[in-house]
T-cell receptor, first 114, second 111 residues
């Protein structure tokens, strides 16, 4: 099976712009979670989607949003970018939402905000 | 929400020695505790996990222990090798499927 893929792998934006990141889960996986990874804060949970519904959200401002499509692919959007949004954004997929299963990570999107 | 504390933040051991990383969590409802290894420039990969109905789990040189009463769990790596050098993250999952990570431990194994 193909692993979790994320596009684009690298992005450079300027403050005030918005950005959309994409995540394609492993075939058959219906849960997609998003994380922000920075050197100082480690891996921080953004949100999790299952069957096109956001089930949980971390402590991030409303500028961070996401959605999931019927094929389980997910996108996250960050509006009005700030310098502090520079980070590696990782998505992870897992099998389903009825039991806790291993999360498989994608390679990440490296976002740089200038 | 869940809060996961991880110690130490850095750990240096000599090849062949053991390494221990400890984590505590706050939400007593958490029921799944994975450990991820992240090599430089790569994605996190699961190395071992434990569920709340088990106290210990072992996979070759890696073991994890869980103390639900004290709300802490630990990763033990025996006979360390240079290729074990990486950042290790513990995590606890809430019943709402939010995976909360510790801040990571940078492990360096010197030959």
């Amino acid at each position: 099976k193909a692993g979790v893929t994320q596009t684009p792998r690298y992005l450079i934006k300027t403050r005030g712009q918005q950005v959309t990141l994409s995540c394609s889960p492993i075939s058959g996986h219906r849960s997609v979670s998003w994380y922000q990874q920075t050197p100082g804060q480690g891996l921080q949970f953004l949100f999790e989607y299952f069957s096109e519904t956001q089930r949980n959200k971390g402590n991030f401002p409303g500028r961070f949003s996401g959605r999931q499509f019927s094929n389980s692919r997910s996108e996250m959007n960050v509006s009005t970018l700030e310098l502090g949004d520079s980070a590696l954004y990782l998505c992870a997929s897992s099998l389903d939402g009825t039991t806790v299963n291993e999360q498989f990570f994608g390679p990440g999107t490296r976002l740089t905000v200038l | 929400g869940e809060n996961v504390e991880q110690h130490p933040s850095t750990l240096s051991v000599q090849e062949g020695d053991s390494a221990v990383i400890k984590c505590t969590y706050s939400d007593s409802a958490s029921n799944y505790f994975p450990w991820y290894k992240q090599e430089l420039g790569k994605r996190p990969q699961l190395i071992i996990d434990i569920r709340s109905n088990v106290g210990e789990k072992k996979d070759q040189r890696i073991a994890v222990t869980l103390n639900k009463t004290a709300k802490h769990f630990s990763l033990h790596i025996t006979e360390t090798q240079p290729e074990d050098s990486a950042v290790y993250f513990c995590a606890a999952i809430s019943p709402q499927y939010a995976l909360n990570f510790g801040k990571g431990t940078s492990l360096l194994v010197t030959p």
